[in-house]
């Protein structure tokens, strides 16, 4: 994949890997992102009939927890920029049927979307997968209303010392080789561990939310630092 953009090689891989992508997602975060996504959206406290958008949807998950806190009074949206995880996640709304979600191909880098437009806007495990963090950032803000939430679940960079070097070893050496074993897709799976190796770490984040023009970010931490919440309020 080399001589490819970092916008070329993402849309590869999860073109790629869109079949397997939530069982991998299990195995790889040992079933936690599920847990760390229950406690953040304790912490949005979304309220019934409100307007939502889930950037980065993948297969929809985030989107349909949103749909289910909105209620059917309220509108999600959620965008990709791969087709085949859309695919996933249209499959997902079909079975659980809710009017209140819309799937789109979109790009995270030029939201398709008026300014202050929405209530919440979440990215789950998407933004060390863009061009451009900043970009993407002020995207977010812009498409939502003054008082309305950001909010990012993404991998992070743990500092307890020992349990560090532990997460990078997993994640250089462990991580793709499940993807060889479970998904046959062991390029993919070491991209993706090179996207999570070199994203900011949590305070980094936050300035970088700061910058965007949001005014304040609240932080949690999830599992050791692998996994970290920022919420920012515009």
Same mark, same amino acid.
Not at 202 to 225: H, P
């Given at each position: 994949?080399?001589?490819?953009?970092?916008?070329?090689? *993402?849309?590869?891989? /999860?073109?790629?890997?869109?079949? $397997?992508?939530?069982?991998?997602?299990?195995?790889?975060? /040992?079933?936690?992102? %599920?847990?760390?996504?229950?406690?953040?959206?304790?912490?949005? &406290?979304?309220?019934?009939?409100?307007?939502?958008?889930?950037?980065?949807?993948?297969?929809?998950?985030?989107?349909?927890?949103?749909?289910?806190?909105?209620? #059917?009074?309220?509108?999600?949206?959620?965008?990709?920029?791969?087709?085949?995880?859309?695919?996933?996640?249209?499959?997902? &709304?079909?079975?659980?049927?809710?009017? &209140?979600?819309?799937?789109?191909?979109?790009?995270?880098?030029?939201? @398709?979307?008026?300014?202050?437009?929405?209530?919440?806007?979440?990215?789950?495990?998407?933004?060390?997968? *863009?061009?451009?963090?900043?970009?993407?950032? &002020?995207?977010?803000?812009?498409?939502?209303?003054?008082?309305?939430?950001?909010?990012?679940?993404?991998? !992070?960079?743990? #500092?307890?010392?020992?349990?560090?070097?532990?997460?990078? /070893?997993? /994640?250089?050496?462990?991580? @793709?080789?499940?993807?060889?074993?479970?998904?046959?897709?062991?390029?993919?799976?070491?991209?993706?561990?090179? !996207? =999570?190796?070199?994203?900011?770490?949590?305070?980094?984040? $936050?300035?970088?939310?700061?910058?965007?023009? %949001?005014?304040?970010?609240?932080?949690?931490?999830?599992?050791?630092?692998?996994? =970290?919440?920022?919420?920012? #309020?515009?």
């Amino acid at each position: 994949m080399t001589g490819q953009s970092k916008e070329e090689r *993402v849309h590869h891989v /999860f073109e790629k890997i869109s079949n $397997k992508y939530d069982s991998m997602n299990s195995i790889i975060s /040992f079933n936690r992102h %599920f847990a760390w996504r229950k406690d953040v959206m304790k912490r949005m &406290q979304v309220t019934e009939g409100s307007k939502a958008l889930d950037v980065c949807t993948g297969t929809g998950d985030w989107a349909i927890a949103l749909a289910n806190a909105v209620g #059917t009074s309220g509108e999600v949206i959620g965008l990709d920029f791969s087709n085949n995880m859309l695919k996933v996640a249209h499959d997902k &709304q079909k079975q659980q049927n809710m009017k &209140q979600l819309t799937f789109i191909q979109g790009n995270a880098m030029e939201l @398709p979307f008026e300014n202050d437009l929405f209530d919440y806007v979440t990215i789950g495990f998407g933004l060390r997968n *863009v061009p451009d963090y900043e970009t993407v950032l &002020q995207e977010m803000y812009r498409v939502t209303k003054p008082g309305g939430k950001v909010v990012c679940l993404e991998t !992070s960079q743990p #500092t307890l010392v020992g349990f560090r070097q532990l997460y990078l /070893f997993y /994640f250089r050496f462990i991580m @793709p080789l499940f993807g060889k074993i479970f998904a046959k897709s062991y390029d993919e799976y070491a991209w993706l561990q090179e !996207s =999570a190796r070199d994203f900011p770490n949590k305070y980094e984040l $936050k300035e970088m939310f700061l910058d965007a023009g %949001f005014s304040e970010v609240d932080m949690k931490s999830f599992t050791g630092g692998v996994a =970290a919440m920022h919420m920012a #309020t515009k």
